[in-house]
């Protein structure tokens, strides 16, 4: 699934190539993936007709593009979907879901919504320039100039749950998938299970800035891409997979100690660590079931 760095760039591809321009039509080819707009697939079309694209935004890995109506056109790409702007003669992609003609973006583009496994999706958002209301409650990311590190270092060290749990918690903290949380754990050498409650304040503070830097430099990648599912407004891909020193690596030595990599299964998908420099947390030995000796007390 794209995370963060990869919806970014998307984002950015966006912002170069259709700001100012007018849709001028809209074309949904399979009603799933607006399957989200109560207007269905026709009331989709109709609200976004004539509207200016004013900005290419984004919350955790979600996209919104505010119109001049304010409303906004708000994306998210689940598994497989890509949006790319094309010249309006490209052949068709296969999984060609929703096409958008463009007037006043690059001499004239389409704006078109791929997705092979149709998890992800396009709605209209009423009023949603600013901030779709359907997204208000997805927390902001550690690229974002407003993120607040003190507060979720505090909601951290409150919770029970293992950390990449936590890490993956799109109400705690924005953007981060199952790939960067496993490449911030490696560099801060934690294991993924350890719980929240059991880290101290400089080691919360440390991993979320590894995560931060793990992202940075993902961006500075166009992104990871294992799969030609993952590509830019361009149809590119990007090649910090070349980089990961985790996620993927089973089997492969660690790039610090020369331990193998080990994968285990969490939450439907994998976690990839080295066992040597992030070892498991101990469990906690439970108290005697019958408890400390009564001494009887004389009358």
Request: proline share 8%; glycine share 10%; charged share 30%.
């Given at each position: 699934?794209?995370e963060?760095?990869?919806?970014?760039?998307?984002?950015?591809?966006?912002e170069?190539?259709?700001l100012?321009?007018?849709?001028?039509?809209?074309?949904?080819?399979?009603?799933?993936?607006?399957?989200?707009?109560?207007?269905?697939?026709?009331?989709?079309?109709?609200?976004?007709?004539?509207?200016?694209?004013?900005?290419?935004?984004?919350?955790?890995?979600?996209?919104?593009?505010?119109?001049?109506?304010?409303?906004?056109?708000?994306?998210?790409?689940?598994?497989?979907?890509?949006?790319?702007?094309?010249?309006?003669?490209?052949?068709?992609e296969?999984h060609?879901?929703?096409?958008?003609?463009?007037?006043?973006?690059?001499?004239?583009?389409?704006?078109?919504?791929?997705?092979?496994?149709?998890?992800?999706?396009?709605?209209?958002?009423?009023?949603?320039a600013?901030?779709?209301?359907?997204?208000?409650?997805?927390?902001?990311?550690?690229?974002?100039?407003?993120?607040?590190?003190?507060?979720?270092?505090?909601?951290?060290?409150?919770?029970?749950?293992?950390?990449?749990?936590?890490?993956?918690?799109?109400?705690?903290?924005?953007?981060?998938g199952?790939?960067?949380?496993?490449?911030?754990?490696?560099?801060?050498?934690?294991?993924?299970?350890?719980?929240?409650?059991?880290?101290?304040?400089?080691?919360?503070?440390?991993?979320?800035?590894?995560?931060?830097?793990?992202?940075?430099?993902?961006?500075?990648?166009?992104?990871?891409?294992?799969?030609?599912?993952?590509?830019?407004?361009?149809?590119?891909?990007?090649?910090?997979?070349?980089?990961?020193?985790?996620?993927?690596?089973?089997?492969?030595?660690?790039?610090?100690?020369?331990?193998?990599?080990?994968?285990?299964a969490?939450?439907?998908?994998?976690?990839?660590?080295?066992?040597?420099?992030?070892?498991?947390?101990?469990?906690r030995?439970?108290?005697?079931?019958?408890?400390?000796?009564?001494?009887?007390?004389?009358?």
């Amino acid at each position: 699934m794209p995370e963060l760095p990869e919806v970014e760039v998307v984002r950015a591809g966006l912002e170069r190539h259709v700001l100012g321009a007018t849709i001028t039509g809209v074309d949904v080819l399979h009603p799933r993936p607006v399957r989200r707009d109560a207007r269905g697939p026709d009331g989709f079309a109709q609200a976004l007709a004539g509207r200016r694209i004013l900005a290419a935004r984004r919350r955790g890995k979600y996209l919104w593009l505010p119109l001049d109506d304010g409303d906004a056109l708000l994306a998210h790409l689940g598994m497989s979907g890509q949006l790319l702007v094309q010249p309006p003669d490209a052949p068709a992609e296969r999984h060609l879901r929703v096409r958008l003609a463009l007037e006043g973006a690059d001499e004239g583009r389409e704006l078109r919504f791929v997705d092979q496994r149709m998890f992800g999706g396009l709605s209209v958002s009423t009023g949603g320039a600013d901030l779709p209301p359907e997204i208000a409650h997805i927390a902001r990311d550690p690229l974002d100039e407003q993120f607040d590190l003190a507060d979720v270092v505090r909601r951290v060290r409150r919770r029970t749950s293992g950390i990449k749990r936590l890490l993956l918690d799109q109400n705690l903290v924005s953007g981060v998938g199952n790939i960067y949380a496993d490449e911030a754990l490696w560099r801060a050498r934690l294991h993924g299970d350890r719980p929240g409650e059991r880290l101290t304040g400089p080691q919360v503070r440390e991993l979320l800035g590894h995560v931060r830097d793990v992202m940075t430099d993902a961006l500075a990648q166009g992104g990871t891409s294992f799969d030609a599912l993952y590509v830019d407004v361009n149809g590119e891909s990007g090649y910090f997979d070349r980089a990961l020193h985790a996620y993927g690596r089973e089997g492969e030595p660690c790039d610090r100690c020369g331990t193998p990599i080990r994968r285990v299964a969490f939450m439907n998908r994998s976690s990839y660590f080295c066992p040597r420099c992030q070892p498991a947390p101990r469990r906690r030995r439970a108290p005697a079931a019958d408890g400390p000796p009564v001494v009887p007390v004389p009358d």
